[in-house]
């Protein structure tokens, strides 16, 4: 039972008005994405996939020197949030001991791998679909099981992974002490999260 992971970073980032993509910013002398890439590449997720869009060629080639990761340029991306995760799955579902896919985002440079390996954990002992909690609210990652598939390749628009958990009935798993599930949406953001990290 082999668990993929895939990194969403395809968005057009429009709130950040920042001198370079929102997920090449800068957090502690690392990048937004490459913080995220690695918290997946330090699970037991295995492989873990990027999502980026196909200009600029630069968070494509950020992505591309993490070792271990496959990249996916999302053609369209100005289609939502949706048209990553369908592209993360396209790639997934060719692949035959991939039981279960975890989806995290380029913009939540604080989450830990512990996160990755708590649902893979759920989905060992049978969750199909599950999703992270903090302080018991829900976050990043989400685990679909290949039962959830069809279903979130089928979303639209700015849709992505969570939308499944209002019609599913996912596993809720405690995530409190594996990092933080903090997006960065605003230059504002990535300021507090410096001073709070």
């Known amino acids: 039972m082999t668990v993929a992971a895939a990194i969403l970073a395809a968005g057009a980032g429009s709130r950040f008005d920042g001198e370079v993509p929102k997920v090449l910013a800068g957090l502690g002398g690392r990048t937004l994405l490459s913080r995220a890439l690695g918290a997946a590449l330090s699970s037991r997720c295995a492989p873990v996939v990027a999502v980026v869009p196909p200009a600029p060629p630069d968070i494509a080639d950020a992505a591309a020197t993490q070792p271990g990761v ?26 035959a001991d991939v039981s279960a896919l975890c989806v995290g985002l380029g913009d939540q440079p604080l989450l830990d ?22 302080e018991g609210r829900r976050g990043h990652p989400v685990l679909l099981g290949r039962g ?31 990092g933080r599930p903090d997006d960065v949406d605003t230059p504002a953001d990535l300021r507090a999260l410096g001073h709070r990290s």
């Open 113 to 134: 791998a512990a996160a990755y390996d708590r649902l893979i954990e759920a989905h060992r002992t049978g969750a199909d679909l599950a999703v992270a909690t903090y």
């Open 70 to 95: 496959t990249v996916l340029t999302n053609p369209d991306p100005a289609r939502g949030l949706s048209s990553s995760l369908v592209c993360a799955i396209h790639h997934v579902s060719g692949l």
């Open 148 to 178: 959830s598939w069809a279903e979130a390749a089928a979303l639209g628009g700015d849709r992505g992974a969570r939308a499944l958990l209002d019609t599913g009935d996912p596993t809720e798993v405690a995530c409190d002490g594996a």
